[in-house]
């Protein structure tokens, strides 16, 4: 379950909420999730993307130390999220994250919670709208600018196929066309960086920090 951690006091009394899942952290209001060491931005926030030139592809992105994810960080995301077993995402093929019953779709309506959704699919018996989320990742190739070698990350929500419920599926999608070098409103970049080290400051430091609040605060006193 997407769980509220708390809530953070930003300037002129704006809140935002701090919600975790799986080790995985996103503040409300801004386009980033950090967890596995890692910071993604979230997919909704790249669509229609320029991927730029041959040579000089993400350029848009580079500046924030962006970075198109790996295959091994894509499977490492849909592990966490209990989308895909360990080791299933590859660069040939197919995998399906399969069916499953109405009900256990806790992690794809989290994964949509923060990562946002590129589109929606209409259908059924009650013709409801389903959202989903797609990205590309993996390595950028290209042979003539506008067609491009990439993987493609589907994640969809609630959407019944057969009686069940489709939870999405990881591919392989070789040499995507996309004119004009934009990916269009249906797919996002999965773009990740390294997430900062937090210095955590040592016992001793504490501990020291402690005793001169409590030399601080009696000091006050005897001078009241």
């Known amino acids: 379950m997407v769980a509220l951690l708390f809530a953070l006091?930003?300037?002129?009394?704006?809140?935002?909420?701090?919600?975790?899942?799986n080790g995985y952290i996103h503040e409300t209001g801004?386009?980033?999730?950090?967890?596995?060491g890692l910071e993604w931005l979230r997919w909704d926030a790249t669509r229609n993307s320029y991927l730029g030139s041959l040579s000089t592809p993400l350029d848009l992105f580079r500046d924030d130390n962006w970075r198109l994810a790996s295959v091994s960080e894509m499977s490492m995301l849909m592990t966490d999220w209990g989308l895909l077993e360990e080791n299933l995402v590859d660069t040939g093929g197919s995998v399906n994250l399969g069916y499953e019953d109405p009900g256990?779709?806790?992690?794809?309506?989290?994964?949509?919670?923060?990562?946002?959704?590129?589109?929606?699919?209409?259908?059924?018996?009650?013709?409801?709208?389903?959202?989903?989320?797609?990205?590309l990742f993996g390595e950028?190739?290209?042979?003539d600018g506008v067609s491009f070698d990439l993987l493609s990350a589907t994640?969809?929500?609630d959407s019944p196929v057969q009686g069940s419920t489709a939870t999405g599926f990881v591919e392989w999608s070789s040499q995507l066309f996309f004119p004009?070098?934009?990916?269009?409103?249906?797919?996002?970049?999965?773009?990740?960086?390294?997430?900062?080290?937090?210095e955590v400051p040592e016992p001793s430091t504490l501990a020291l920090l402690g005793i001169g609040l409590i030399g601080l605060t009696t000091r006050r006193r005897k001078a009241n």
């Open 9 to 21: 006091a930003l300037g002129g009394g704006a809140q935002a909420s701090l919600i975790s899942y």
């Open 180 to 198: 004009n070098s934009f990916i269009g409103s249906s797919y996002g970049l999965a773009l990740v960086r390294d997430a900062p080290v937090v």
């Open 104 to 135: 256990e779709l806790e992690s794809t309506s989290a994964f949509l919670n923060f990562f946002g959704s590129t589109g929606s699919l209409s259908g059924g018996s009650n013709n409801d709208v389903r959202y989903y989320s797609s990205a």
């Open 155 to 157: 994640i969809i929500g």
């Open 30 to 36: 801004t386009e980033i999730v950090t967890g596995g």
């Open 140 to 143: 950028f190739t290209s042979s």
